[in-house]
């Protein structure tokens, strides 16, 4: 279970690393011609501390919501 880095960079390209590594061979080895590919990889660590900041914003919001409903509206 994960979540696509490129879908990810778009919101919080901050969270968002390239990772290089060289492909294995047929014998599944890894040598100086082996050729290099770049892939996106997600550090959720630091997606989780923005994740979290984002909750208590919308839980700001929400209770000055529920403030102005009950004083009747505005």
Not at 14 to 19: K, M, Y
Not at 28 to 54: C, F, M, P, R
């Amino acid at each position: 279970m994960g979540l696509i880095a490129q879908e990810v960079e778009k919101i919080f390209p901050e969270v968002v690393i390239d990772v290089s590594q060289p492909i294995e061979d047929e014998n599944g080895e890894v040598n100086e011609k082996s050729e290099i590919v770049t892939t996106k990889a997600i550090n959720y660590q630091e997606l989780t501390i923005a994740l979290l900041a984002a909750v208590q914003e919308l839980q700001g919001r929400i209770e000055k919501l529920e403030r102005q409903i009950a004083k009747g509206g505005n």
